[in-house]
């Protein structure tokens, strides 16, 4: 069984950052790619990040690109967002999505989903 367990949310001032952790089990980490996903009060969920494990490759929506960094640590089956200079336009619950193939975090179907986190960024 796949898991996905995020932490790492919380309060921030605008400017400030955060560290998001997505911890993986119940399949080989390696074969995957991982990343992240956020829902915004009255918006349409929008794809933040991603990473596939094998290759290293990253994608970055341009809301966040050259603010946002994402980074695995396959000894630890951890896939990590960290999150500098945060706007208050990133308040959102932020989820941690997994799919064997990229095309479903490219296109927003991804068929593993972890429980979501809050991240809140005041003015």
């Known amino acids: 069984e796949v898991q996905l367990v995020e932490s790492g949310g919380g309060l921030v001032q605008a400017g400030g950052s955060l560290r998001l952790s997505c911890a993986a089990s119940?399949?080989?980490?390696?074969?995957?790619?991982i990343g992240w996903f956020r829902q915004a009060p009255g918006k349409q969920r929008e794809g933040v990040s991603y990473?596939?494990?094998?290759?290293?490759?990253?994608y970055y929506a341009d809301s966040v690109k050259g603010r946002f960094t994402i980074s695995s640590d396959n000894a630890k089956n951890t896939v990590y967002l960290q999150m500098n200079s945060l706007k208050p336009e990133d308040t959102a619950v932020y989820y941690c999505?997994?799919?064997?193939?990229?095309?479903?975090?490219?296109?927003?179907?991804?068929?593993?989903w972890g429980q979501g986190i809050q991240v809140t960024v005041s003015s």
């Open positions: 990473i596939t494990i094998s290759d290293g490759t990253t």
């Open positions: 119940g399949f080989s980490f390696a074969d995957y790619t």
């Open positions: 999505a997994a799919d064997h193939l990229v095309r479903a975090l490219v296109f927003g179907g991804p068929h593993y």
